[in-house]
C-alpha cells in the first residue's frame, strides 16, 4: 500500500523558517524523482521543488529560489523542505509528490503519488 504523508506544516511569522517531511512507502522511493507542490488559498497549483532520484540534482522555482532548500534520505524514505525567510505568499498547502522523471508540474496527473498535503501559514 502507497502512503505518502506530509507533514510539519503550521502558522510562523514573516521571516521565519519552517521545516516540512515526508515520509513514503510502499514504492521503491530511490527510484522517483520528489516534489514539492503548493496551493495558495483560492489558486491552482504551483510547483515549488524537486530532488533527483539519487539525491544529486535540486531544482527550484524562481519564488523560492535562495529561500528553500529540498533534501532527501534515501534510507529513511523521507524527503524534507527547509523554507527561511517565509513570505506571506508562501501560504499554501504544501504537497510531496513523487515523479518518474523531472516534470516540474502543475498538472496533478503527472505526479505518480501525492500527499494529502500539510497547511503552511505566513502570517504575523
Known amino acids: 500500500q502507497v502512503q505518502v504523508a506530509e507533514s510539519g506544516g503550521g502558522l510562523v511569522q514573516p521571516g521565519g523558517s519552517l521545516r516540512v517531511s515526508c515520509a513514503a512507502s510502499g514504492f521503491t522511493f530511490r527510484s522517483y524523482y520528489m516534489n514539492w507542490v503548493r496551493q495558495a488559498p483560492g489558486k491552482g497549483f504551483e510547483w515549488v521543488s524537486d530532488?533527483?532520484?539519487?539525491?544529486?540534482?535540486?531544482y527550484y522555482a524562481d519564488s523560492v529560489k535562495g529561500r528553500f532548500t529540498i533534501s532527501r534520505d534515501n534510507a529513511k524514505n523521507m524527503v524534507y523542505l527547509q523554507m527561511n525567510s517565509l513570505k506571506p505568499e508562501d501560504t499554501g498547502v504544501y504537497y510531496c509528490?513523487?515523479?518518474?522523471?523531472?516534470?516540474?508540474?502543475?498538472?496533478?496527473?503527472?505526479?505518480?503519488?501525492w500527499g494529502q498535503g500539510t497547511q503552511v501559514t505566513v502570517s504575523s
Open positions: 509528490a513523487a515523479s518518474r522523471f523531472r516534470v516540474m508540474s502543475t498538472n496533478r496527473s503527472a505526479y505518480v503519488y
Open positions: 530532488i533527483s532520484d539519487g539525491g544529486v540534482t535540486t
